[in-house]
């Protein structure tokens, strides 16, 4: 049974440049929240998407945006990088029933440099 | 808004020793409380988890954490502290809401373990 997976690994891009970073959820989870986690900081909520819609938001400006396809892996979207961008992404999984009461799974993460 | 508190950047003790590791949190209802491990280059596993019940709660490698109401704390102990534990720890609080669910997270505690 296949855990939260993430792609890529790594990736190095320039100020201004645009990522797409991909997750798929543990098998039989519907619900994939992004979050940001800086050097030495804890994660940082960015957004929740279930059944194809952003649920829930963070505090993170427009240039961050996502998507949730039918079978339910998900991108995100980072646009006009700025150097701040530079970051550990995490992918986290769940149940909507209740993703509190059935914690979220994560991966492993992209570590997504800006030069 | 909710937020959590981990008092303490750095911890080291002795293999053998025992462990807690603090977390306040400010949460205007009752908290869906969370403690997750991260070991260097990878994602976040959940060690343990509060919403309800008991307040002293078991959780997998042998952690357990005590949900105190009157202090807003949820501290995470260990017994008996073994190599393997070294990693960073973070404590986070989860709100629901009808519109999705989303966890705030602290700034992590990082524990050394001297042979």
């Known amino acids: 049974d296949a855990g939260v997976t993430q792609s890529p690994t790594h990736l190095i891009k320039t100020r201004g440049q645009q990522v797409t970073l991909r997750c798929s959820p543990k098998s039989g989870h519907d619900t994939v929240s992004w979050y940001q986690q800086a050097l030495g900081q804890g994660p940082q909520f960015i957004f929740q998407y279930y059944e194809e819609e952003e649920r829930q938001r963070g505090n993170f400006p427009d240039r961050f945006s996502g998507h949730q396809y039918p079978n339910y892996s998900s991108e995100l979207n980072v646009n006009a990088l700025l150097l701040g961008d530079s970051a550990l992404y995490l992918c986290a999984s769940s149940f909507r029933t209740d993703p509190l009461l059935a914690p979220q799974h994560f991966g492993d993460g992209t570590r997504l440099s800006i030069l | 808004a909710q937020s959590v508190t981990q008092p303490d950047i750095h911890i080291t003790v002795s293999e053998g020793a025992s462990l807690e590791l603090r977390c306040n949190y400010s949460?205007?209802?009752?908290?869906?409380l969370f403690w997750y491990v991260q070991s260097p280059g990878q994602g976040l596993q959940l060690l343990l988890k509060y919403f309800s019940g008991d307040t002293l709660v078991q959780g997998i490698k042998g952690f357990e954490a005590e949900f105190k109401r009157s202090q807003s704390s949820f501290n995470l102990r260990k017994p008996s502290v073994h190599w393997s534990d070294a990693a960073e720890y973070f404590c986070a609080v989860g709100q629901k809401k009808s519109s999705g669910d989303k966890l705030t997270f602290g700034t992590g505690t990082r524990l050394a373990v001297r042979p």
């Open positions: 949460y205007g209802a009752t908290p869906y």
